[in-house]
């Protein structure tokens, strides 16, 4: 069974910095879909970005980017410029015929 | 404005009762899913349907029970089986199996 770990149950960064939150999953597939979502404070599921596998080129969305390492199992998420916004749960998924959940890490950011 | 709606927004169940909640979409979204999130940690998978009239068991059915006889409309009932429902589920649909899911605002089901 694919399962999905994220190590930092939180994380806190400073207003104009950037922060790194971690993910590995485990799986024997080759094509799959990586996800990371935000969940703010009024608990509504947002996707933030979202990778797949057979590309090689790390996925981009504005502020937010992703280091996709495949061999490692690793799919980190790196938030630029953080906002007061940004302060919510992240969830890491993977994705192949249904999706796995990490347990989230929590992102306080500080003004 | 296309979305998914999940309603009520909270539930209170009285011991020994079946409840129902609620997701409607209008995205023309063939797959729909329920998952439940219990405080701390991650979403867990209850039912999934791809097409109407057809789902599957995801990893936590039991207590649980769902139809699709409607593309737009994907229920789950929480029957009396269910002796721990205490938590907010969260409704989702995607294009195809393999697509995106979008999220409904989500249900929070307390017992009384």
């Known amino acids: 069974a694919q399962t999905v770990t994220q190590s930092q149950p939180e994380m806190s960064v400073q207003e104009a910095e950037t922060v790194t939150l971690s993910c590995t999953y485990d799986t024997s597939e080759s094509d799959y879909y990586l996800f990371w979502y935000k969940q703010p404070p009024s608990r509504q599921m947002i996707l933030v970005i979202r990778?797949?596998?057979?590309?090689?080129q790390n996925a981009t969305e504005n502020r937010f980017s992703v280091n996709f390492q495949k061999a490692a199992k690793s799919f980190s998420l790196k938030i630029s410029d953080s906002q007061l916004g940004d302060a919510a749960m992240y969830f890491c998924a993977y994705r192949r015929r249904d999706m796995r959940f990490g347990a989230g890490t929590r992102l306080t950011v500080k003004p | 404005d296309g979305g998914i709606t999940q309603s009520p927004k909270y539930l209170f169940r009285k011991e020994g009762q079946n409840v129902t909640l609620s997701c409607e979409q209008n995205?023309?979204?063939?797959?729909m899913y329920w998952y439940r999130q219990d405080p701390g940690q991650g979403l867990r998978l209850i039912y999934y349907s791809q097409i109407v009239n057809d789902f599957q068991k995801g990893d936590i059915a039991e207590g649980y029970s769902v139809s699709r006889e409607k593309k737009e409309s994907f229920p789950l009932t929480v029957t009396s089986a269910q002796k721990n429902p205490t938590a907010f589920y969260l409704c989702a649909s995607s294009i195809a199996a393999k697509n995106i899911q979008y999220f409904g605002a989500g249900t929070r089901l307390s017992v009384l």
């Open positions: 990778q797949e596998a057979y590309k090689q």
């Open positions: 995205l023309n979204h063939d797959a």
